[in-house]
């Protein structure tokens, strides 16, 4: 199935470790992102990737690492993690510059504890 | 800074009814517009797509409109059944739908009763 697929599903896991969330697309886009949903369910912009290049960096602790080996994957590395981390991270894949839409993965939800 | 703003919060209605939802955003110059729907716990699914140059596009039960100009658009929902229930999100590229991804609104969480 062409889908943009992000594991873990669920992640817990204490104060202060490091965790990774693997993203992959098979859509053949140019461009990958990581968008975070708080607890109010409000989605926001993290980082995005055109080309294995970074495009944009909002306002994140530099404890959240983006990495993209190759346009298909956009991995998140979370080093000492937070009770604040806890949300749901979304990954999703857009073609720039010809107005297509965007595809989201089902979400990983970490919860810090 | 592209804002968007979604009306009604929440909308609760029984099953049947013709209902719109409300989207709008501060800066006209977007390249298109998109509308999502999300069930509790799970991902983002794409309902509609509409491009700036077009004034509406349908699939299925759903039609949404949109006029750049006023910064508006809506999202109509035909005889709304139960399983309509979930989070309805609109969202609009930053900059000129390169790489700068989605704005979006904080949602219509719409219930539809039995």
């Known amino acids: 199935d062409t889908a943009v697929s992000q594991t873990p599903k669920y992640l817990v896991t204490q104060m202060g470790n490091d965790k990774s969330i693997k993203c992959e697309q098979n859509l053949g886009h140019d461009t990958m992102y990581w968008y975070k949903q708080d607890s109010k369910k409000f989605l926001k912009i993290m980082f995005s990737y055109n080309n294995k290049e970074l495009i944009i960096n909002e306002t994140v602790p530099n404890r959240f690492s983006p990495k993209s080996p190759d346009k298909a994957h956009l991995n998140l590395h979370i080093n000492s993690l937070e009770l604040g981390d806890s949300a749901v991270y979304f990954c999703?894949?857009?073609?720039?510059?010809?107005?297509?839409?965007?595809?989201f993965g089902s979400g990983t939800r970490l919860t810090v504890v | 800074k592209q804002e968007v703003t979604q009306i009604p919060a929440a909308l609760s209605v029984p099953e049947g009814e013709n209902l719109v939802l409300n989207c709008s955003f501060t800066d006209s110059a977007i390249y298109n517009l998109q509308w999502f729907r999300q069930d509790p716990g799970k991902g983002l699914t794409s309902l509609l797509l509409?491009?700036?140059?077009?004034r509406e596009q349908t699939s299925g039960r759903l039609n949404a409109s949109l006029d750049k100009s006023s910064g508006r658009s809506t999202l109509y929902i035909a005889a709304s059944q139960p399983g309509d229930s979930a989070t309805y999100l609109c969202a609009v590229p930053v900059g000129g739908g390169g790489a700068d991804g989605l704005t979006f609104g904080k949602g219509t969480h719409l219930i539809i009763q039995p």
């Open positions: 999703a894949s857009s073609q720039s510059g010809q107005g297509g839409g965007y595809t």
């Open positions: 509409i491009q700036s140059s077009q």
